[in-house]
């Protein structure tokens, strides 16, 4: 059954900040279990978390996606900070916001998150009894050895590493918040320096909402991130959907074998974009998750 879908705009706290979200209900009175569905890094809502936010709804689950601190239309400085304590605290606050909502079964709750966000995701499902079930997908989830083979080798990283401890050492003393694009095929300084049209192309994830924007001073957050300690804590059931020519499949691999609860990882086809906004691997990917969540929150 494919539920019609209403949403509604909501906001709610996170350490102190006001963050805005967008909340994705399906028709009927019942309660419903809920997801909190997050995007990848540097994205706002109305990207692929508001894509697989609304294919859970129809499903039948309310699902939030919202803007991180920092990002869209959320409170919260500096600006395009990728910070993952930061996101894994509003991914926290966010199931705390859906647990307390008149129309959601507090005792039924997961996590969807898509790239980056599954690292962030996870983490916090880790520590968070009250995420009773997660799915991650195309998720990246990388470990130190990773970002070296990603970011140009132990010197590649040391140099990001540099600019950011300086760009953050300038912040704290007064100075502007440093910035480069996000996404370019330009400028080789880029937080992602090539031609990945998914952000670059109006028609897919280049949203007025998204500024294409990564704060320098991120980078040693998040070059020294590393969400593999987190699985053998999560004992929520957990399903993983990848493709070996999307990013760092080996990360998954490496995840999924850790994972101290019930796991399943499906093995499909496509490039990592083509999880974002393509049509036929959204619904695959999103059916994946769906038969999940209806399998485990009961």
């Known amino acids: 059954m494919t539920h019609t879908v209403r949403t509604e705009r909501v906001t709610f706290d996170s350490d102190g900040e006001t963050l805005v979200g967008t909340l994705y209900r399906p028709d009927g009175q019942d309660l419903r279990p809920a997801i909190v569905v997050t995007g990848s890094w540097t ?25 991180f601190t920092g990002f869209g239309e ?5 600006r395009q900070l990728e910070s993952p304590a930061r996101k894994i605290g509003d991914i926290h606050s966010a199931f705390t916001f859906l647990a307390r909502h008149p129309a959601v079964d507090a005792g039924r709750l997961g996590a969807l998150g898509v790239c980056a966000s599954s690292g962030y995701t996870a983490v916090n499902a880790a520590d968070d009894p009250r995420v009773r079930s997660l799915a991650l997908i195309a998720p990246w989830l990388h470990d130190a050895d990773l970002v ?19 760009a953050l050492a300038q912040y704290e003393n007064g100075a502007a918040a440093q910035y480069v694009p996000a996404v370019s095929t330009t400028d080789p300084q880029a937080a992602m320096f ?28 998040w070059l020294t991130f590393d969400p ?23 990360g998954a691999e490496k995840f999924h074998a850790a994972l101290g609860g019930p796991k399943h990882l ?32 009961t």
């Open 43 to 67: 994205t706002v809502k109305e990207q692929m978390a508001a894509v697989y936010a609304q294919r859970m709804a129809e499903a039948g689950f309310t699902a939030l996606a919202f803007d």
């Open 228 to 250: 593999h300690p987190a699985a053998p804590r999560i004992k929520a059931p957990t399903v993983l959907v990848h493709s070996r020519d999307g990013a760092i499949p080996q």
């Open 266 to 297: 499906v093995w499909t086809g496509g490039t990592q974009f083509d999880f974002y906004d393509q049509d036929a691997k959204v619904t695959e990917a999103a059916g994946v998750a769906a038969r999940h969540f209806a399998e485990t929150l």
């Open 194 to 221: 090539g031609p990945f049209d998914y952000y670059l192309d109006e028609k897919r994830g280049a949203v007025p909402s998204w500024d294409n924007r990564f704060a320098v001073m991120s980078w040693p957050q």
């Open 74 to 78: 959320s409170g919260g400085r500096p």
């Open 148 to 166: 070296r083979d990603i970011y140009g080798g132990a010197d590649g990283v040391q140099q990001k590493m540099v600019l950011g401890l300086d």
